[in-house]
């Protein structure tokens, strides 16, 4: 039996056999938010940063989300290895953000240092620790995979790779040529307030861009209903409208993308691209750049949003000679973008409101809201406490969800 057919039966139907969403309770409960990070989150993969920022040995990022640290980074033997990012010692964490280390990795607590392949090398004061076993305290590995440039990793592996997650959904992504893109800083991480599943669902319809997203809907010819995978990967293509827009920064886009972008075949320099891969991932792609919306549950009412901007290089032998103005069109970009993500920002936090009104009921979903069905089946399949509609008692939420799990833990 496949994941879907395995999935489909425990999605909720109502309203004359249309899918509904999940229960307004699930959308607001720290428990639930706990479960969810654990069995949903850390067995996926979770974007960490792009290729060009571990270039060179010593060269580290890191990706913090709701209770691990992960740090990738290169060893003097070439390679990329990803490590949970905490000591051995007494677990302090490591590293932070991006930086490049020369030669050990040392923890600001005690001193403890790694080489930059992850073993512990040195340990201040080594004699009071007899009989200390060093080789068997390196770093915790992570897996880990690249696609086009992306570093990703994941902190309970099993399940597909990141290539067979994508399947013929990866190849789309080879005209961008993401590899030759560079971070345009560090990643904005932002608090929204809402439950991450409202932001997630928000990134995986595009239902609401006529309405919610006037600018867009202005510039591009939007295909509303895109196509999953059943790895849960869906895409959707929009293509820049001939017809001039009335907001300037829209107009000027449209008109200097396929100008000025004369590596890309002319089709690609006019046509956006916008990918999620389940749970929490939406990767936006254009031609002149690419951002990465990766949606960490904090507790039940709010997230955080890590939002990394990759833009293709400004000049040299790859810009053509015309680096000022590509650096004007990812300036519109940033500008339309910026405009979206407040928009869909406003309206996930409308929603949390919402969720939480006496007597809402969740209503019926659209066809054009597939990959939100998708994800909810997903939630469903891990946290099968979601099927209850209304909200169990108070620090019940665990228990109940690995009893119907049939993994009731011993340990209380
Ligand atoms: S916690 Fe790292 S050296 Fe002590
Ligand atoms: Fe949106």
């Known amino acids: 039996m496949t994941m879907m057919q395995n999935l489909k039966g425990q999605q909720n139907e109502t309203h004359g056999g249309l899918a509904v969403s999940l229960p307004a309770w699930a959308y607001s409960n720290d428990e639930l938010a706990e479960i969810e990070y654990e069995r949903v989150i850390l067995p996926s993969w979770q974007f960490v940063c792009h290729i060009s920022q571990v270039s060179q040995p010593g060269d580290y990022a890191t990706l913090d989300m709701k209770k ?60 009071t620790f007899p009989g200390i076993e060093k080789d068997k305290l390196g770093l915790m590995p992570v897996e880990m995979e690249i696609l086009h440039g992306m570093v990703f990793i994941r902190v309970v592996s099993g399940g597909p790779s990141l290539r067979e997650s994508f399947g013929a959904a990866a190849d789309l992504l080879a005209p961008y040529r993401l590899e030759e893109m560079v971070p345009s800083g560090e990643p904005w991480i932002d608090t929204w307030n809402c439950n991450w599943k409202i932001a997630v669902d928000n990134n995986l319809e595009n239902y609401h861009v006529p309405i919610g997203h006037p600018g867009y809907h202005r510039m591009l010819d939007s295909d509303l209903s895109g ?23 829209e107009r000027m886009y449209q008109k200097l993308a396929p ?22 991932i939406g990767i936006d792609i254009y031609p002149d750049s690419f951002d990465i919306f ?33 650096k004007v069109l990812q300036y519109l970009n940033q500008r339309i973008n910026r405009q979206v993500g407040h928009e869909d920002r406003e309206l996930c936090e409308r929603v949390q409101t919402g969720m939480t009104s006496h007597g809402y009921e969740p209503g019926p979903l659209s066809n054009y809201e597939h990959a ?37 833990r011993s340990a209380a």
């Open 68 to 127: 691990d640290s992960i740090l990738v980074i290169r060893a003097r033997d070439g390679v990329l290895r990803a490590f949970m990012n905490v000591c051995r010692h007494r677990a302090a964490k490591l590293l932070d953000g991006t930086g490049s280390c020369k030669g050990r990795i040392t923890c600001p607590y005690h001193g403890w240092s790694y080489d930059l392949g992850g073993e512990l090398k040195a340990v201040p004061s080594q004699h």
């Open 227 to 249: 196509v999953i995978n059943e790895h849960g990967v869906a895409h959707s293509v929009s293509v820049l409208k001939e017809k001039p827009s009335a907001n300037w920064a």
């Open 294 to 326: 990766q949606i960490l549950p904090k507790d039940g009412t709010t997230c955080v949003m890590r939002y990394p901007v990759f833009v293709r290089p400004g000049s040299g032998a790859v810009a053509g000679g015309n680096g000022r103005e590509r």
């Open 372 to 408: 939100v069905v998708d994800f909810h089946n997903r939630i469903r399949a891990a946290c099968p406490i979601v099927a209850e509609t209304q909200a169990p008692a108070s620090g019940t939420v665990r228990r109940r969800n690995d009893a119907l799990l049939g993994t009731e």
């Open 259 to 280: 100008q000025v972008l004369t590596e890309l075949d002319p089709e690609t320099r006019k046509t956006w691209l916008f990918y999620s891969m389940a749970p929490n």
